[in-house]
């Protein structure tokens, strides 16, 4: 009976565990099939949203395409009813000897190499002399010009025409539909443009008719497409064509298709986004591969059609293979996310036991590479609000916790930046790494000069240095309006310069290689400074990606990082860095990573705006002068419609900035100019102070006593305080000996939410 009971205690254990054991099999399960329903519901969001946005897209670019064709075709119309209009004048001068009205044809199409032919077609008898019909016409053929006279019996009767007829009854201009005219050597595709001549009693005296090739229509049209298998029609008011693609570019049939399905009524049309044109989907001829036609009227008389059509397999093409490839690496990477789970099962129980030996250690460790990382820039992109500047940051440790630096920041519409790396590795790196940083943003809070930053750095880093541990340390001042970079190196690997403008356009910095800080407290650093232009790029690293090895320990080396930058030149910071890590772990392979690996990657993108208000003043170092500073910035503030109270604070601002220039750039006794001028391009109102007088720095005056009431303050004794807390940045440069003090303020100001 015992062994009986425990033998049942045994068999329900050995069932209880197999249901603990399926469950979790099933839990994993579960956990995977809701991982894959959360992911493909992100993917699909993506998806129908990057749909939405390319359909937005092509609205956009064939609403561009047509506007932009109109206008060109508008202008070679133009260009022939201005050709007709400057002739009228010769023709009524010379009409009363019809021998000369072939002179005056032959005037009109002379200086006019889009005119293909013109004709006079006079009304019955004008000249008796003539006979009942008279047309005098000229055409080109070639390299000549042929001359003849088309009326008379047996002839052109002209007056059965219905341009003639037409404009017999109403006698305003008008063009024609388009038509082949056959010569002796070719057949040419024509449009006409007809005008009435009158005589003084507004009697129609003959028909001018100007002869306009449609193969210049035709070019300009079918120049470029908005994609590379779009094509373009021109169609008259009733929807003949009247140019037409190449029949190599397109079939035949879709081109039918199309005039079909715009003549068509009953067909389904709608509006597009911006409710400026009309579009139709249909299926093509060619491939079955769905398209869109966009069409709109030209404004204006003649109204012809602009079309424009595209397909959806190269729109949405690449948007669908990618759908395609995710949903494919998706199931792929579910694939090893079961085979993980399965390993990790079997192999729980010793990375547990694992886990609590290491806890201790590693928790003081994650909590020094918390406070390190909490140490360097995190938010990227870190000035949303600005559209000069982008900038994007890594430091990768080779230990838990590393000795590499990157920092920066904007004060004064000035981008301060470092890079450093300290000798060793590891926890003392690590500590010294946190100095340095400490010491380097105090050190740059007041100071704009990246030599004397440097300088400061080494000095306090020497102190107390017994176990001789040094910094390789690069610091860059970038003047954001004008491009002007300071910069001073201290032993630090030289940066690249990617610039799209130069020959070469991947370059070394120019660097002094200096002293590393923390060697001797006497030595003197020097500074140097370049010019950025728009859309430059600079790219710093410290010795931990030359020197990347792999498994034959080959390093990585300085060739690799320029030909990287090269192959990425047009790429932003944060893709620049990515692409420079992927070819590292090519290069590298399974090498264990030998030391920190740290980027930063800042491009300058500094854009010229144009100002809708551009007005300057110029005055002198004369405190009288302060009303007529007034009234100009009052008359600014006045043109934006600026509320009062932050018109104010803009005065008092300004004028704090003028006299103390006033006060400080110019000794006692001395007469100079003050020049002031006001920018706004409807984001920001800029006011730029600038003079010839002695360095002068406003931005390092004491703060003003902000105790005494504004009546009982004197004139430019708000000081600093007053200039930094009214306007949203201010910034000083002194260029080729000219101080140049910049105020700007946002307006109209954002709402907080």
């Known amino acids: 009976m015992y062994f009986c009971i425990q033998q049942q205690q045994k068999e329900m254990g050995n069932f209880l565990t197999n249901i603990s054991r399926s469950f979790k099999g099933h839990k994993n399960v579960v956990i995977i099939i809701m991982v894959a329903l959360v992911v493909e519901l992100i993917s699909a969001t993506q998806y129908y949203y990057a749909h939405n946005l390319l359909e937005k897209e092509m ?51 002379e200086n006019s190499p889009q005119v293909k032919g013109f004709c006079l077609a006079f009304v019955p008898y004008y000249y008796p002399e003539k ?13 000549n010009k042929i001359l003849k006279q088309l009326g008379g019996e047996n002839k052109h009767d002209y007056t059965q025409h219905p341009a003639f007829q037409r404009m017999e009854k109403e006698k305003i201009p008008f063009w024609s539909d388009p038509y082949d005219y056959v010569t002796s050597n070719s057949v040419s595709s024509l449009i006409t443009f007809s005008y009435p001549l ?22 300009t049209l079918n120049y470029r497409h908005i994609y590379p298998s779009s094509f373009n029609l021109l169609l008259t008011e009733s929807g003949k064509i009247i140019s037409r693609p190449s029949s190599h570019h397109v079939k035949y049939g879709d081109i039918e298709q199309v005039v079909r399905l715009i003549n068509d009524s009953t067909v389904k049309r709608e509006t597009s986004k911006s409710g400026r044109t009309k579009y139709i989907e249909f299926e093509s001829e060619k491939d079955k591969d769905n398209g869109v036609i966009y069409f709109a009227n030209m404004k204006g008389k003649p109204k ?23 949903l494919f690496l998706l199931l792929l990477a579910f694939g090893f996310l079961w085979y993980i789970i399965q390993k990790y099962a079997k192999n729980e129980k010793k990375l547990h036991q694992a886990n609590i030996k290491q806890e201790l250690i590693s928790s003081e460790l994650r909590i ?7 140490m360097l820039p995190k938010k990227y992109p870190p000035f949303p609000e600005r559209d000069d500047i982008n900038i994007y940051g890594s430091l990768v440790p080779a230990k838990e916790v590393g000795g590499d630096i990157f920092d920066f920041f904007l004060r004064d519409e000035k981008l301060f930046f ?43 880093s020497c102190e107390g240095n017994d176990t001789n541990i040094f910094v390789t340390f690069f610091i860059g001042v970038l003047d954001l309006p004008s ?49 950025l232009e728009y859309d430059t790029t600079l790219f710093l690293y410290t010795d931990g990606l030359t020197e990347a090895k792999n498994k034959v320990h080959k390093q990585f080396d300085t060739d690799r990082i320029a030909e990287t930058l090269n192959n990425n030149a ?36 500094r854009k010229a705006y144009d100002y809708s208000l551009k007005e300057s003043i110029t005055l002198k170092n004369d405190i009288k002068q302060v009303k007529d500073l007034n009234s100009f910035v009052k008359s600014i503030t006045d043109k934006l419609n600026m509320e009062t109270s932050q018109a104010k604070n803009i005065k008092l601002a300004v004028e704090e900035a003028v006299v103390n220039v006033m006060d400080y750039a110019y000794p006692i006794g001395t007469e100079g100019d003050i020049t002031l001028q006001a920018l706004y391009n409807g984001r920001k109102l800029k006011f730029i102070i600038s003079d010839n007088g002695i360095a002068f720095d406003p931005t390092k005056s004491s703060v003003a006593d902000t105790s005494l009431s504004v009546e009982d303050r004197p004139v430019g004794g708000l000081g600093l305080l007053l200039v930094r807390e009214m306007m949203d940045s201010i910034n000083y440069e002194r260029v080729n000996g000219k101080n140049t003090l910049t105020l700007i303020t946002v307006y109209p100001k954002k709402e907080k939410k």
């Open 198 to 219: 009158l005589d003084n009693k507004n009697n129609l005296v003959a028909v001018c008719g100007l002869d306009l090739s449609l193969e210049q229509i035709g070019d």
């Open 483 to 531: 491009g002007r970079l300071r910069y001073c190196n201290a032993g630090h690997d030289f940066p690249f310069i990617v610039s799209q403008s130069a020959e070469q356009v991947v370059s070394p910095l120019p660097v002094k290689p200096n002293l590393p800080i923390g060697l001797f407290d006497d030595f003197h650093y020097e500074k140097q400074e370049i010019y």
């Open 304 to 326: 012809w059609q602009v079309v424009v059509v595209s397909y959806e397999k190269e729109i949405y093409g690449k948007l669908y293979w990618m759908r395609i490839n995710l």
């Open 418 to 460: 470092c890079i450093g790396d300290v000798s060793g590795k590891g926890v003392p790196s690590a500590i010294v790494m946190a100095e340095i940083h400490s010491k380097f943003r105090m050190a740059s809070a007041h100071e704009n000069d990246p030599a004397h930053i440097m300088q400061t750095l080494n000095t306090s």
């Open 131 to 143: 006979g009942q019909l008279f047309e005098p016409y000229i055409y080109k053929e070639g390299n």
């Open 368 to 374: 020094a590479q918390a406070i390190q990382k909490n």
């Open 59 to 109: 609205d956009s670019r064939a609403e561009g395409e047509l506007s932009i064709k109109a206008v060109l075709i508008k202008g070679i119309l133009n260009m022939a009813e201005n050709t007709m209009k400057e002739h009228i004048w010769d023709f009524k001068r010379n009409i009363s000897h019809p021998d000369s009205m072939f002179a005056a044809t032959e005037r009109t199409i």
């Open 570 to 605: 047009n790429a932003l910071p944060e893709e620049i860095i990515q692409k420079m890590n992927e070819q590292v772990h090519l290069f590298v392979e399974d090498a264990e990573q030998s030391d920190d690996l740290t980027m930063l990657a800042i491009k300058y993108t």
